[in-house]
């Protein structure tokens, strides 16, 4: 062997584990996920196109959005309308007509907005939709909610391509800040007079995962009110002691909140009640002290002191009680508090009753669709009312019934959360699962006008 080649072959050695060297991180990350073909379609490579749309807040991308459902909705051949109750926050109204359009319809809800994500604390970027080798998609929105919004028209491609024909007609709505309120959204939707031609009588809208083999089914949500609570009292030297200062009022109330917090948490914690059947009430701030340079002043009592807390009420709580139990209990005036509350959203229906839907024989549309989950082979969890709040109450305000339903098992429920994804298996799957729906719901003929 020559020196020439020697030293060509120490050189390639070299630069053969330098190579290896530095390409040992890049082959490490890239082994856990595939690379999806640009060109691929596929239902999941549709549901990927969607979750790379950013529509987090604070700006979410409603117009990119919105454009890639309707040209979606159009491919399969469905009737597309975009509506604009507030300016930059479209909403997508899709329907495929029914033979009875006499029939009241059916409707299929889904918001396009989601929460914002940390990409520092995800494992993948958030709006990269990557797919690992085990099938798992991340993506802020896998779960909450944009699945069963592929979900609803992959399922109708999938019945259109059976050549099955509805009888009654189905919308689907795409609509905007679900996150934030839906003010500008659903509770606007409900108050049109497109959503009143509409003629829905059953609806449905997102739930959420369930980490067992049961699907989970939503009837009722609970209703968010925020309580700001203030109190005032005579400021004074921080060695005397005296009553009726304003931290001495406030924290009154803290501690008979503190018992009624805990009256409810037992209820839970003995297993009587789920943690969505109760009354929660959970502290969020206090503000209270005199500033200064270094902190707080240490030897004056201040003459103002207030405090924040979230209150969750399910529909079977008795609002005109708890503005009661606040107004005379938790900020009276007698100890100098004044209160505010912020009620985000209904919790009695037009007419005076419990925002809920009956899941029993009182709703001929229960039995229609517990049949279609066991008829694609699901097997249903006892019926739950939702710890958070959807756009669901809108409609349940107007009576029309509304199950909360996302068909995802075995999945961690990580809404809101860090690496949030959905399996690609259990995407698919729920697929099935609306085609077994939708084709059940719009089929059932039985008149439920009078409802
Ligand atoms: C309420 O405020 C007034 C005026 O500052 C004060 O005289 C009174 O003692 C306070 N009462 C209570 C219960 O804090
Ligand atoms: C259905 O449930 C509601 C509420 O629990 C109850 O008032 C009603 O009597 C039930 N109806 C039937 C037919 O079981």
Known sequence: ??????????????????????????????????????????????????????????????????????????EIGLHTQILEFVTGKPLLLVTWYGLDPSLPSILLNSHMDSVPAEPSKWVHPPFSAVRTSDGKIFARGSQDDKCIAIQYLEAIRNLRNRDFVPVRTIHISYVPDEEIGGSDGAAKFVQSKEFKELNVGFMMDEGQASPGDEFRVFYADRSPWSLIIKAKGSPGHGSRMYDNSAMENL?????????????????????????????????????????????????MQPSEAEAGFDLRLPPTADPDA??????????????????????????????????????????????????????????????????????????????????????????????????????????????????????????????????
């Open 1 to 74: 062997m020559s020196n020439f080649h020697l030293h060509y072959r120490l050189f390639s050695v070299t630069l053969y584990l330098l190579l290896l060297l530095l390409s040992f991180p890049l082959s490490f990350s890239q082994s856990q996920y595939v690379d999806d073909e640009p060109d691929q379609d596929s239902p999941v490579s549709r549901f990927q196109r969607y979750l790379r749309i950013k529509t987090a807040h604070p700006d979410p991308d409603y117009a990119s959005a919105v454009a890639f459902l309707r040209s979606q909705a159009q």
């Open 251 to 299: 924290m009154k109330s803290v501690e008979i909140m503190t018992r009624f917090r805990e009256s409810q948490f037992e209820i839970v914690k003995a297993g009587e009640a789920a943690n969505s059947e109760v009354i929660s009430v959970n502290p969020v701030f206090v503000n209270a002290g005199t500033p200064s340079p270094t902190g707080f002043v240490m030897n």
């Open 322 to 451: 708890m503005r009661r139990r606040i107004a005379e209990e938790w900020a009276p005036a007698r100890r100098n508090m004044t209160y505010q509350i912020l009620e985000k959203g209904p919790i009695r229906d037009y007419l005076g009753s419990p925002l809920m839907t009956m899941t029993n024989a009182s709703n001929p549309w229960w039995a229609v669709f517990k049949a279609a989950i066991s008829d694609a082979g699901g097997k249903l969890s006892k019926p739950e009312i939702l710890a958070t709040t959807t756009d669901a109450r809108f409609m349940r305000q107007m009576r029309i019934p509304v199950l909360g339903f996302s068909p995802m098992i075995n999945t961690p429920i990580l809404l809101h959360d860090h690496n949030e994804f959905l399996s690609d298996s259990v995407f698919i799957r729920g697929i099935k699962v609306y085609e077994s729906l939708i084709s059940a719901l719009s089929s059932f003929q039985e008149d439920v006008s009078s409802q």
